[in-house]
């Protein structure tokens, strides 16, 4: 299984990025996915996460109203759209896979399959 995580960068507060999470080696269509976040020193903490089908979302109360995660089973392909960026974002961002890891409490452990990560940083 393999989760590649693109599209980080840097930007300057207020400005947009758009996170791609290509996945092979697994039926893509049958997993849940999410994203998460890691700063130094701190634990990888929950950003968004949507099952298998679309048809459920769920985010991080600091994500809701700025970050849009979607995805494209026919591609393999996990999106997460991010606007009005701030500091308080930068940190590594993971792409997560699981079955059956979607909950109403989204945790790093439901998941089985992680992607090497790609950094984004916000300044001020």
């Known amino acids: 299984v393999q989760l590649q995580a693109s599209g980080g960068g840097l930007v300057q507060a207020g400005g947009s990025l758009r996170l791609s999470c290509a996945a092979s080696?697994?039926?893509?269509?049958?997993?849940?996915m999410g994203w998460f976040r890691q700063t130094p020193g701190k634990e990888r903490e929950f950003v968004a996460a949507?099952?298998?089908?679309?048809?459920?979302?769920n985010y991080a109360d600091s994500a809701k109203g700025r970050f849009v995660i979607s995805r494209d089973n026919a591609k393999s392909t996990m999106y997460l759209q991010m606007d009005s960026l701030k500091p308080e974002d930068t940190g590594v961002y993971y792409c997560a896979a699981g079955v059956g890891s979607y909950t109403n409490k989204p945790s790093a452990r439901t998941y089985a399959f992680w992607g090497q990560g790609t950094q984004v940083t916000v300044s001020s």
């Open positions: 949507i099952n298998w089908n679309g048809a459920n979302i």
């Open positions: 080696g697994l039926t893509f269509s049958t997993n849940d």
